[in-house]
């Protein structure tokens, strides 16, 4: 392969002992077995858009395209642990109660857990970074007599960038965490090696950048950085009495995030045709964060993000260039 460097649309995401892509021949996993061997499937993939053209429409896009891919996200996730085996550890761990939970519940007991799971992890994110930067800036502005409440957009935005950081920094920490950082630098070092017209090897790979402008850490930085600008504005035709009412102030903010979402995907998709100034400005947060969020792997790693690209891409790149 010619050494030809070109923007694509393949993308994806860090499993339990795996990577998931996505291209033009749809998505497929690679997952790393007990036993050594690489299992590589295809998954059916049903998208809004290719439905009904509304749900393609941009900033619309965006919306849809998020909620898909935490949807599809899960789903592979827990194919991965049972591909990996990680549900049969879990099963020797477990104690007598869960045992007999198990046997009684049978398959429903996961769903139930991971049901549970699903709504404290949204309660739990809803508290961390809606209203508690809220709270924390309430505070502040009470000891400043009030005279930051012009700011309050800003300082929100910066509160929560600064427990995104701190967040990440300590998950990041956690041995099973840290294995699938690793996963994800192999998803964008194989990435940028098929981008940079490079043979797709192990030696290849390694020599390439983990770091990438689609990430989806970038997105979620982009997402708070706007969120800066947009609660900024809304909080200038927004009553003072009302945004000091941490509650209050918190659910009038919540019709802002699809719209925070769209612009925010839009700007990543922009990010990925183009390598101009603006981009590389507003892409150096969340480039930096990666440093956080992907790890350098090793060799049988990369193996493993060989072969989930390899199973999306077509002989012909311009099948995936970004549209």
């Keep these: 392969m010619s050494e030809k460097k070109h923007k694509t649309s393949v993308g994806g995401q860090a499993l339990i002992e795996g990577i998931m892509m996505q291209g033009p021949k749809g998505m497929a996993t690679a997952v790393r077995k007990p036993d050594g ?20 429409i941009p900033i619309i896009r965006g919306i849809v395209a998020f909620i898909e891919s935490m949807i599809s996200g899960y789903k592979m996730l827990m194919y ?34 991971m049901g549970i799971a699903t709504v404290l992890g949204f309660a739990l994110a809803f508290l961390i970074f809606f209203y508690l930067p809220v709270f924390i800036f309430n505070r502040i502005n009470t000891l400043a007599n009030n005279s930051l409440i012009a700011w309050q957009g800003t300082f929100e935005g910066i509160i929560k960038i600064i427990i995104f950081v701190l967040y990440m920094i300590l998950v990041s920490q956690m041995k099973d965490i840290k294995r699938v950082f690793k996963y994800h630098g192999a998803e964008h070092k194989s990435i940028c090696c098929y981008e940079s017209g490079l043979e797709l090897t192990v ?26 600008f947009v609660i900024t504005l809304l909080s200038l035709v927004v009553p003072e009495g009302l945004k000091q009412n941490t509650v209050l102030w918190t659910v009038i903010k919540l019709p802002m995030i699809p719209i925070i979402m769209g612009i925010g995907y839009e700007f ?8 101009n100034v603006l981009v590389k ?9 990666q440093r956080i969020t992907t790890k350098e792997p090793e060799d049988d790693i990369i193996e493993v993000g060989i072969e989930a690209i390899k199973a999306v891409i077509t002989d012909n790149p311009e099948d ?4």
Excluded: Q
């Design 80 to 113: 991965s642990a049972e591909v990996s085996g990680m549900e049969e550890i879990e099963e020797e761990e477990m104690s007598k109660f869960e045992k007999w939970l198990t046997d009684k519940l049978g398959d429903k007991l996961m769903n139930i857990i």
């Design 320 to 323: 995936d260039r970004i549209k």
């Design 268 to 275: 990543i998709r922009y990010a990925g045709k183009h390598d």
């Design 203 to 228: 030696e290849n790979v390694k020599k390439c950048s983990r770091f990438h402008p689609r990430c989806g850490t970038s997105f979620m930085f982009v997402m708070l950085i706007l969120s800066i």
């Design 37 to 56: 061997d690489i299992l590589t499937e295809y998954h059916d993939v049903k998208h809004l858009k290719d439905k009904n053209n509304f749900w393609g």
């Design 281 to 289: 400005i507003l892409s150096a947060p969340g480039l930096w964060m």
